[in-house]
């Protein structure tokens, strides 16, 4: 049995349910595999309804339906397949479609899961769109929405660019279907469809770049050094999108001078990125980057309906209240940023924390952890914990680190996941980007036990390389 067996064996399965209820994650990944599972099933003409839920957990398992539906978990489910067993849940009644590590478990469940095949760069929204390709080949107009949630999921950075299945046939598909422009040596940066071109140079520091990054005056006056015309006749700001050629490859090149003179690598610089032409310019729906942006926001405020819908093609009540979250998510992610720097985090040997507590909603800390690395020792992976509203017993952790640590041998899944069930908590995510949940009475002993993994990592990477 292979990848396509998997797909095939699922697909057959939905196809052949009376009726099916998405039990899918709120992230990115989450959204865009629930809208192109939920079409691609409405498509077969089957009944189908979907729950978002945040986390598998004993809190969430209540708001899965007691029916005879088929329960299709997406984004989810694999790392958390013993919660379904007790909950009574049969063979014959779950399908799961994820890329998380898996949990063996006393009942086979129906999953198609790209990572035991060596598909690591691909998210479960990749997943979804082969099972939805499977059940009908009409369906690779989804291949847009599957390139969201794997950019969202941060499948495209560590390679600039998604690779393997995710960029040979999704992106593929969808250049066939014409409704994705692929652009191989684009600027790797975000906010290209919305930001001033100053703006979007300065919140980036993937590479960092100095005199720049974190520098909005600094980036402006480095255009304006090169002869960059940032501004139109009525003072409107240039975006990155919007400027010719011939600027985007001057920029680039002073760029990478800029990278050299410091004696930086340049390897960052360029990315593969992926537009959609169809959508209105100077909007978040231009790119997949900042696509998946918005529907993260809908998602970590409790939203993720609503990003379901721009995703099936709303671009009324939806989009405006979409667009709504995103400014407040962003305004309370830089207020997040803000505070985790002028608090200041603690460090362990090998890793920094910060405990918000209940000033922060739980479902964005992660975010904030990811963004102040940069400003913080990035050689060290961040942790970051805060309260849990609906159980005060309970402590959320995030992790977040960078491709370079991840390089040295570090994997936050791992860390995270053995070290909260010594304290009969649960973790998951990927190597770079991790989460967790634990006794609130754990804290200290959790952050010694994660800082000793991270250790063992780095040390067992170091005698690899010798």
């Keep these: 049995m292979g990848f396509s067996d998997d797909v095939k064996a699922v697909a057959e399965q939905i196809a052949a349910a009376p009726e099916i209820t998405i039990i899918s994650h709120i992230d990115a990944d989450g959204i865009a595999c629930e809208a192109i599972l939920s079409q691609a099933i409405s498509r077969q003409g089957i009944p189908v309804r979907s729950v978002f839920v945040r986390q598998l957990e004993p809190l969430t398992m209540p708001q899965i339906p007691s029916d005879t539906s088929l329960k299709v978990f997406t984004d989810l489910g694999a790392g958390q397949q013993n919660l379904l067993y007790d909950r009574g849940l049969g063979e014959k009644e779950v399908v799961i479609i994820d890329h998380h590590v898996s949990q063996p478990c006393e009942r086979h469940y129906s999953q198609v899961n790209c990572l035991p095949y060596g598909h690591s760069r691909m998210s479960a929204a990749g997943v979804s769109y082969f099972v939805a390709k499977q059940l009908d080949p009409i369906n690779i107009d989804l291949a847009k929405l599957a390139i969201i949630g794997n950019v969202g999921d941060m499948m495209a950075r560590e390679k600039c660019g998604l690779v393997g299945p995710a960029r040979d046939i999704i992106v593929e598909d969808g250049l066939r279907h014409q409704s994705v422009e692929v652009r191989k040596k684009d600027l790797n940066c975000y906010g290209t469809a919305t930001r001033p071109l100053h703006l979007s140079l300065a919140y980036n520091d993937d590479p960092f770049i100095k005199g720049i990054s974190n520098n909005p ?15 139109n006749e009525n003072g409107r700001w240039f975006v990155w999108e919007e400027i010719a050629v011939e600027d985007k490859r001057t920029i680039i090149s002073a ?72 400014n407040n998510h962003r305004a309370i992610i830089r207020n997040l940023l803000q505070y985790i720097i002028d608090t200041g985090v603690r460090e362990l040997e090998n890793l920094q924390w910060i405990h918000v507590g209940g000033r922060y909603p739980d479902t964005i800390v992660g975010i904030g952890a990811g963004m102040a690395l940069s400003k913080l020792n990035s050689t060290k992976p961040i942790l970051v914990m805060c309260e849990v509203p609906e159980d005060t017993n309970l402590t959320k952790v995030s992790m977040r680190t960078n491709e370079r640590v991840v390089g040295r041998g570090v994997d936050l899944q791992q860390a995270l ?34 800082d000793r993994i991270l250790g063992e990592q780095f040390a067992a990477a170091s005698t690899d390389n010798r």
């Excluded at 009969?424 to 006794?439: E, F, S």
Aim: hydrophobic share 35%.
């Design 217 to 231: 005056e600094g980036a402006r006056q480095f255009l304006k050094r090169i002869g960059i015309r940032q501004q």
């Design 255 to 326: 760029l990478a001078e800029q990278l050299l003179a410091n004696g930086e690598p340049v390897d960052r610089l360029l990315a593969e990125t992926y537009g959609f032409p169809d959508e209105i310019p100077r909007t978040p729906l231009r790119n997949a980057q900042e696509y998946a942006t918005m529907l993260n926001a809908c998602g970590r405020w409790s939203k993720p309906h609503i990003g379901g819908a721009i995703l099936r093609g709303d671009r009324g009540v939806a989009y405006r209240d979409a667009e709504h979250m995103l």
């Design 417 to 450: 996941s053995d070290a909260s069930a010594e304290y009969g908590g649960g973790g998951g995510g990927h190597k770079i980007a991790a989460g967790a949940y634990i006794p609130k009475t754990a804290e200290q002993e959790f952050l010694d036990r994660v």
